[in-house]
């Protein structure tokens, strides 16, 4: 006889549930302590985590709003504002939470993210522009792109890069 199948829960899931939650919840403490935060899309994350600057990182929003089962909710805000719902999520449930925040609707405690004093992005999906224009419309805060190219890996060309983007930083 065939032993039945059981489910393996793994051990870590609690673990990195708490760092998950210690993250946001440090986003939070950080603003409130008036420490400058960043909103960061992409691989542009290590530049202020290096320096020590709080950041979140876009699209690892999306599943705490999952956890907390607001993903609808705050798609369905984004779109009450006129934001497409064949646009990218990641900016949608973005752009739900600002909205949702500046007309005073409830929010989660555990969902709320502290306004940025900076959003940084490298221009690698092609939506990302109208993510950080909206962002900056919504709410005031500065935003800026890196330039950072594409290129598969090749050795010879791994300098190249390099300097272009340390060039367009000092910009």
């Given amino acids: 006889m065939e032993k039945p199948f059981t489910t393996n829960r793994l051990k870590t899931t609690p673990i990195m549930n708490q760092i998950v939650s210690d993250h946001w919840e440090s986003l939070r403490r950080a603003k409130e302590a008036g420490v400058p935060t960043v909103w960061s899309m992409g691989m542009m994350s290590l530049l202020p985590r290096a320096v020590g600057i709080p950041t979140h990182t876009y699209a690892t929003y999306a599943s705490l709003a999952a956890r907390y089962d607001a993903t609808d909710a705050l798609l369905e805000e984004a779109e009450a504002d006129g934001y497409s719902p064949e646009g990218c999520s990641y900016f949608r449930l ?7 925040i500046s007309k005073g609707k409830p929010v989660r405690p555990e969902m709320k993210l502290p306004i940025p004093d900076l959003v940084i992005s490298p221009r690698i999906c092609p939506e990302h522009p109208q993510m950080m224009d909206a962002i900056h419309r919504r709410s005031g805060v500065p935003v800026a792109f890196v330039d950072t190219p594409i290129y598969g890996g090749d050795a010879d060309m791994m300098e ?4 272009y983007i340390v060039e367009g930083l000092r910009e």
Avoid: C, I, R, T
């Avoid at 973005?94 to 949702?100: E, I, K, P, R, T």
């Fill in 160 to 163: 190249k890069v390099v300097h």
């Fill in 94 to 100: 973005h752009l739900g939470l600002l909205s949702a």
